[in-house]
């Protein structure tokens, strides 16, 4: 409960939030799915305290340049995986490597690795695009892969990354994923008892 404070003339004044308890999400962040899988921009020390309370289990780093020390500090700390992808942040065509992102995507979709924060540097272009190959894998239509990605990239959207994003094929991922739900679900079938008579 917050105590109004009030001016010499009268008038109330609200009280100033106590910053210790203020958590920071980075820029660009947003809860994709059931508040297991998060994207964002590169996340600074400030952030720390609201990702803590996410209680990550893993983070993909789609940037090939080394994870800054005192952010590879706060993982240890938590017990948070690291999996990085190395992929150039440029304009150029071939710039996002389908194979990188499919091998990206197979962790992704682990649930293994669930809480899961993706993050590059601006949380726009790379990030979009692994996004995006998620999107498409749960069978969202183009148009709405499409704008979610604009809506991150803003005024700095780029023509190859919807590019990208038209001609990524995930038939190879459900065909991986397809085998994978058969080995699970024969693991969980129930044998049935042989029982003497």
């Known amino acids: 409960m917050g105590v109004i404070h009030e001016e010499e003339d009268g008038t109330p004044t609200l009280p100033l939030p106590n910053t210790a308890a203020v958590l ?6 947003a ?3 059931d ?3 998060y994207r964002s921009s590169f996340p600074q ?5 609201f990702l803590r309370s996410l209680k990550l289990r893993s983070i993909i780093y789609l940037c090939p340049e080394p994870y800054p020390e005192e952010n590879w500090e706060f993982l240890q700390s938590n017990e948070v995986k690291l999996f990085q992808f190395g992929i150039d942040g ?4 071939s710039a996002i490597p389908m ?9 992704l979709i682990d649930v293994r690795n669930h809480p899961v924060l993706i993050h590059c540097k601006r949380g726009k272009h790379r990030t979009g695009c692994l996004v995006g190959c998620l999107r498409k894998l749960q069978n969202w239509c183009l148009s709405s892969i499409l704008e979610e990605y604009k809506n991150f990239a803003g005024t700095k959207s ?6 990208f994003l038209e001609t990524y094929d995930v038939s190879c991922l459900r065909d991986c994923l397809q085998k994978r739900l058969l ?11 042989i029982t003497s008579v």
Do not use: G, M, Q, W
């Not at 020390?45 to 305290?49: E, L, Q, V």
């Not at 440029?90 to 065509?93: F, H, I, R, V, Y």
């Not at 194979?99 to 962790?107: D, H, R, Y």
């Open 183 to 193: 080995l699970y679900r024969d693991d969980c079938v129930l044998k049935p008892r």
């Open 45 to 49: 020390p400030s952030n720390f305290p």
């Open 24 to 29: 920071l999400p980075p820029p660009n962040f």
């Open 99 to 107: 194979s990188t992102i499919t091998e990206a995507l197979k962790v």
């Open 90 to 93: 440029t304009k150029e065509p």
């Open 31 to 33: 809860a994709l799915e």
């Open 158 to 163: 780029r023509e190859t990354d919807l590019r």
């Open 35 to 37: 508040n297991s899988v």
